[in-house]
């Protein structure tokens, strides 16, 4: 499976877009692109996840290059509560599902 | 919404005792899995399961077994507690293990003393 390369951090002002950037240069075919991001102390939580076309749901919007080898994942209006450590990770399957150090997003009021 | 419950958010066991994590779904998932999160070494997986009665070792099962009885139930053993396996215990279902998300619980943080 891919292996992916986020920044340790970011900050973001309450009530703007926060963009996460995910690079996955070794992405191979088959492999979705799955972000989830986990609060202190609590599970980690599914957000969106795609192949190849950009997808939005009710939480956020999943940007994928044309060459696959990048990926953004955008909160149109971060609140405080979107504070998290975001994992970006490219697998086919949960046999090898990779959890790497992820972005810990500050959202400032 | 998907729910996925572990029996407890903490537990704290001695070294050498029988402990019996318990993880519940409710959306009728084929699939379920048990992870241990560590700092620095992100989430590995400890076993899964495709089906019922059905498992499978993970990367690190060593000291680990599971139980799979019923299909919105799968447990987690660990034979004989010991200091090097306190961590936090995810349990996590999906529909398919290919191309459909993860779901998770809340976690176990389990400490051996």
């Known amino acids: 499976d891919a292996k992916t390369t986020q920044p340790p951090s970011m900050d973001c002002a309450e009530g703007r877009a926060a963009n996460l950037p995910c690079n996955h240069s070794t992405i191979s075919g088959n492999e979705y692109v799955y972000w989830y991001r986990q609060i202190h102390s609590q599970g980690p939580q599914y957000i969106i996840h795609?192949?190849?076309n950009n997808e939005t749901n009710e939480m956020a919007s999943l940007i994928i290059t044309e060459d696959r080898k990048s990926s953004t994942l955008i909160l149109p209006h971060a609140t405080l509560r979107d504070t998290a450590v975001y994992y970006c990770?490219?697998?086919?399957?949960?046999?090898?599902?990779?959890f790497g150090s992820g972005t810990k997003l500050n959202v400032k009021p | 919404d998907v729910k996925v419950t572990q029996s407890s958010r903490y537990l704290v066991k001695r070294t050498g005792e029988k402990v019996f994590l318990e993880c519940v779904q409710d959306?009728?998932?084929?699939?379920m899995f048990w992870y241990r999160q560590d700092p620095g070494l992100g989430l590995r997986l400890i076993y899964f399961?495709?089906?019922?009665?059905?498992?499978e070792k993970g990367d690190i099962p060593e000291g680990y077994s599971v139980s799979r009885e019923k299909k919105e139930r799968f447990s987690l053993i660990l034979e004989s507690a010991s200091t090097n396996q306190t961590s936090m215990y995810l349990c996590?279902?999906?529909?398919?293990?290919?191309?459909?998300?993860?779901?998770f619980g809340n976690g176990t943080r389990l400490t051996v003393t």
């Open positions: 996590a279902s999906s529909s398919d293990p290919n191309n459909s998300p993860l779901h």
């Open positions: 795609g192949l190849k």
């Open positions: 399961s495709y089906d019922v009665k059905m498992k």
């Open positions: 959306m009728d998932h084929e699939n």
């Open positions: 990770i490219a697998a086919y399957n949960f046999n090898k599902f990779y």
